[in-house]
């Protein structure tokens, strides 16, 4: 049952679910009953469901687990769920310091993953691509073999007319990001960063769904998403924002008259990013 309070469509941009090892649909189930209606859920990390890939083909088993997992939650949800496919960026230092991989050899594996990614987008099966690069200190060959990698998430991005999700440092101005998108053909808006704070320059913010990250993205006027980056890992609780987090802070956005802002991150954003109109998808 949806709340009747909330009179929109709550799309939460950025989380992950593992009915292997988390909560799975109850998670979904908690999401919905506050009064959530969408959800973008990204692959976790290849690693984490226990695959070491060592060929593109093997991020497969990880893609696939994904879109089943997704199948499941689009039942259970008024509006509806989609997959948002990549490789963590994290994998880089992985491959480089664990498994002794050149720079360059992981750069060509994972761009390898995204193509495989990009296969599933053009068969309808996932909604965007997921790329980027560490949020922390890199050798600068790993620097540069990840900022290779994003780059070919935009190629792909132009070629397959998706949004690409990034991962990347904390940062209020990406511009550069941006503009490596439009040099390939992806309008820099169709560029997410996820977990965001509540200004940026360049792509489009996807918020971390905190009360002070969101109320400087809905003073902004512009373009936002909202986000969690549930990570339905058992071994962490407490390291993220919960799967009801979406919909209760847009109950608090509404009461604190942010009636504009709200619709920019769950109805416009949403359309002019990916494409998905959040209310024609909405169970009547
Ligand atoms: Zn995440």
Known sequence: MTDPELPTPVL??????????????????????????????????????????????????????????????????????WPVLGVHPGLISRLVDERGFSADAARELMQGGLSVAAEYVADGDALALKSGRPHYEVPDAVWDASNAVTKHAFTLGAEHDCAVQLHTEASEDL????????????????????????????????????????????????PFLMETDFVDDPDKPGAVLGPKTVPRRVRW????????????????????????????????
């Open 12 to 81: 939460d941009n950025h989380l992950h679910l593992d009915p292997r090892h988390g909560r799975g649909m109850d998670a979904v189930k908690d999401f919905r009953n506050l009064g959530g209606t969408h959800l973008l859920v990204v692959n976790k990390p290849s690693w984490h469901l226990g695959v070491e890939a060592d060929d593109p083909e093997d991020f497969r088993a990880v893609f696939e687990e994904t879109v089943d997992v997704v199948a499941e939650a689009d039942e259970l949800l008024d509006g509806g769920a």
């Open 175 to 222: 511009s550069e990001l941006a503009d490596w998108a439009a040099e390939r053909g992806l309008e820099p808006e169709r560029v997410v960063k996820h977990y965001a704070a509540g200004r940026l320059r360049g792509p489009t913010p996807s918020v971390m769904s905190e009360r002070d990250r969101l109320e400087r993205a809905a003073e902004r006027g512009e």
């Open 253 to 284: 956005l509404l009461e604190e008259g942010y009636e504009d802002a709200v619709r920019i991150a769950h109805v416009e954003t949403p359309n002019r990013v990916y494409g998905i109109d959040t209310e024609a998808t909405l169970d009547a």
